[in-house]
C-alpha cells in the first residue's frame, strides 16, 4: 500500500495529494474545487473541532448561526470588503427548477429568479453585523463574544484538498467591543488562542505576527495570523484574526449608547480557521510512509494486529488483545483489534503506518509464552518488546512523548530553516531552498511587489514574539533602512 | 417580561412565535426564510447534537462531509426525487460579481455563468450515492454506515422559525447495505434511535409508524417517521428514516460483488432529523410564562438570585452563591449567578423563567440568617424553601424529577388527546378539537386525499408499536374494509 505514495523527495506535493487520498482523508467530488471529506478525515476535524471549541467557550464565546446566504447588497455596503471577495462569490440568482420542455431532466424555472441575487457567503461579516445592529444597543450588550461553524465558499480557481477548496468548513469567531482597545485586546487573544491550539494539539509551532498592508483581509485595520512552516520549508498561513476597527459599524450602522449616554460606533474583530489546518498537519509531520498524527488529534492511538497460524492461536491472542483493550480505553484510549481475516500482517501494518496511528501493538504466539508485546512507534519506526502486563500505563506514556517528539521535530526543523539574510543574492539562493528569511524591508508596497515578482516569495508576517526582530539595518532588496526583520518566504 | 408574551389559549400559533424570538432562542434574518438561530437557542441545538452524535456513533456509524452543491444533472437521476425536491431548489448559476458599470455596487458577472447549475443541497442521496459508487466494490465494503451534520435548503414559501425554515440544519444518515433485510432493519434501529432521543432527552413522547405512499420521501420504498403530539394537539413530524431500496444505487449505478462474485445493486437507508426539533421541544412542554426545558437539554440547569439591601449582604450571599455553584458544577450541573446590578429580582425572575431555566434558587438576608434558600421548579412553577447544606444534592434529583415530570405531563396529555373514532360525524368533530384520531381507513390514495380536503386531517402515520391499531373495522370515511387503524391528525 504504502508503495504506492511518491516520496517526499521525488514530489512534495505529489505526495501531500497521494497521502491525503490513500490514507482516506478526504477526495475530489463530482462537484468542481468542492471536497468530500471522508470519514478518517472527518474524525480528525472533529478533535480539532471539539479542542477548539471547548477554548473559544473558555475564554467567554458563545456559539451561534446566521445564514448561508448574503443578500448582494450586503456585500457592497464595506468597500473593501467587497472589492475582496467579489470575484470568487457563488450566486444563486433562482428558487425552482422545472421540467425541461424538451422532457430532458430538468431545467432552471426562469419565472423563479429572485429580485435579489443571494450569495453564498464566503464569510459572514456583513450578514452578522446586519444582524447586530438590533442586537446591540448599549454598552451593557458589549462585548458581544459570538463564534460560528460554518461551511464557506470561495470560488477558487486552482483548488488542493484541505489546502483551498472552493468549499470549505470553518468557525468564524464576530466580536463586537465598546473601545478599540478592547478589540484589539481580543484579536490578540484569539491569534495566541490559536498558537497555544496549533502547540498543544496540532504539536506545530508557528509564528505570530501581523500581516502586511496588502496581506490583510479585505475590511480590516490590522491582521494578526499564525504561520507554520511545512517540511519543504514553505509557509502555510493556519489562522487569522483580524481587527476591523469600526468599518463594519459604520456600514450596518451599529451604534451604541454608552455610560454617558452618547452615541459610538462599535469596534469589532473576526477570526478563524478552516480546514486548511487539516492540510497543515499532514504536511508538518507525515513521512514516506504516510501520515504522522500527533496523539491528541489521532482518531485511533493503538492498533493491534494478532499474528497467528492456527485458530486455537488466533482464538487466544484475540481473547488477550479484547482484555488489553479494555484495560487501555480505561485509561483514555481509543483501540483498534485489526481482526480482518482477509489481510497478513505486513499489509496491515503498511496500512495502519500510511494512516498515522500513534502507536501499534503485535502479539504472536511467542509473545503469548513470554508475556511480551511487540510495540511500534510510528513518529520513529522503532520497534520495542514491552511486557503485557505494563502495555497500557507503557501506552499512555507513549503518547505523551510522541506528541512531544513530534513537536519537538518540527520546531528543530524550523529553526534550521529559518535564517537571517542581508544581502539579495543570498536571499535568492535560499528561497530557493526553502527557508524563512528574517530581512530587513523598507516598508513600501513596491519592494513588497516586486520582491514575489522577482522570487516568488511574500512577507509571511511581521513576527510578534517568536523572533527577535526589532533591530535597525536596512531592506534588503531597496538597501532603504528598516527598524525591523520581517519573514520572507513561498506560501501556500 | 412574560407579560408580552401570548397566551396559549389566545393564540397558540403566535405564542409560539413570540417564545422563540422573546426567550433568545432564533430570529428571522434579512434572508428571505433564512433565521439566525441566537446563542441560546444554539447551545440546546448543540446538546441535541452532541446527545445524538454518541447515539448514532455507538451503533456503528462514523460523520463525513459532502459538497453543499449538487450538480443539476444529479438530482434528474432519480424520477421520483427530483420531482419530490425540484420546486424548492435553490439554483447557483453564475462564479462572480463584477462593479457594476454604472458605478453603483456589484452585479452578475454575465462572463461567469456555470456551465452547468448547482442546487444548494436539499438533502444529499444523489451526491453521496455518486461518491459511493466508487467506495463500494466488494461485500467487505458493507454496511457503509455514514452520517453528515450540515446544513440544507428547500425553498418554502411559507416559513416559521424552526418548523419550516429555506435553510435548516440537520443530520443525514445514508447507509449503503447488502440485502434489502439488513437495509430495512437499520431503518428501524434508527427510527428507534430517534424515539429514544426524544423520550429521553427531550422528554416528548412519540408514535413510531410507517407513512402511507404519498407522504413517502420522494424516492423510498418504505418511510419509517416519529410523531409527537403538541399541546394543541397538532401533530409534529420529528424525524424520519427511510428505506430507499435499490433506487439509487441503480440511479448512480451502485454495485458490489457478493461472496460469489456475482454482481449486486446495493441497497440503502437514509434517515435525519432537523432543527424542527427545537420547534417541538418548545412546543411540547412550554407555558404562557415561557419555555420549560427539560433538564438534560437546558443549557442552563440551575439560576441564582440574590436578593439584598446593603452591599455587605450583597457581599455576603455573593460568597456563598460562588461556593453553592462550584458545589453543583462539581456534580455535573451548569450554573449561573445573575448578578446583573440593573435589573430587580422579580425581573430577573421572570426572565429566567421565560427561558426555561428548570430551578430558580434565590438566597436573601433572612435565608442567609436561617441557612435556607428558596428553590422554585420552573416545571410546576412551586417553591420550596430547602437547607443550604442539601441544596447541591436536592437540584441534582431535582433535575431527575424535572425530566420525568415533564415527560409524564406529555405522555398524559396525548393519552387524553387520543381516542377511537369510528363515525364521520364524529371524525368531523374531534378533528377540530384537537386530538389524534385512531381509525380505520381502506387503505386508498383517494380515501386520505378526501379527507384532507374535507378536514385539513393528514395520515400521520400507521402506527407500530404505541397503539394497539391491529383490528378489522371499517374505513371511517368509505366504510369499506379496513385491517388496522391508523393516525390522523392536523400537524406542522
Redesign the interface.
Known sequence: MAKELTSRAENYSQWYNDLVVKADLA?S???RG??????YG??I??KMQHSLDKMFKNTGH???????????????REAEH?EGF??????????????NPDGS??V?DPSAKLEE????RPTSET?IW??YK?WIKSW?DLPLL?NQW??V?R?EMRTRLFLRTA?F?WQEGHTAHATAAEAIAESEKMVNVYATFARDFMAVPVVIGHKTESERFAGALDTLCIEAMMQDGKALQAGTSHFLGQNFAKAFDVQYANKEGGLEYVWATSWGVSTRLMGALVMAHSDDNGLVLPPKLAPIHVVMVPIFKTDEEHKTIIAKMDALKIEMENKGLSVKIDDRD?LRPGFKFAEWELKGVPCRIAIGPRDLESGMAEVARRDTLTKESIPQENLADYAVTLMDTIQKNIYQKALDFRAQHTIKVDTWDEFKEKIEQGYFLLCHWDGTKETEEKIQEETNATIRCIPIDTFVCEESGTCVYSGKPSSCRVIFAKAY
Not at 86 to 99: D, S
Not at 117 to 120: G, H, Q
Request: net charge positive; aromatic share 10%.
Open positions: 477526495e467530488s463530482a462537484v468542492c471536497m468530500v471529506i471522508k470519514p472527518y474524525a476535524w472533529e458563545s456559539n451561534a448561526y446566521f445564514p448561508l446566504f448574503i443578500p448582494k447588497s450586503f456585500l457592497s467587497v467579489a470575484k470568487e462569490c457563488a450566486v444563486v440568482t433562482h428558487h425552482r427548477l422545472m421540467k431532466g430538468v432552471v441575487e443571494l450569495i453564498v450578514i446586519n444582524t438590533n451593557r459570538i460554518a461551511n465558499v470560488w468549499e468548513l482477509n
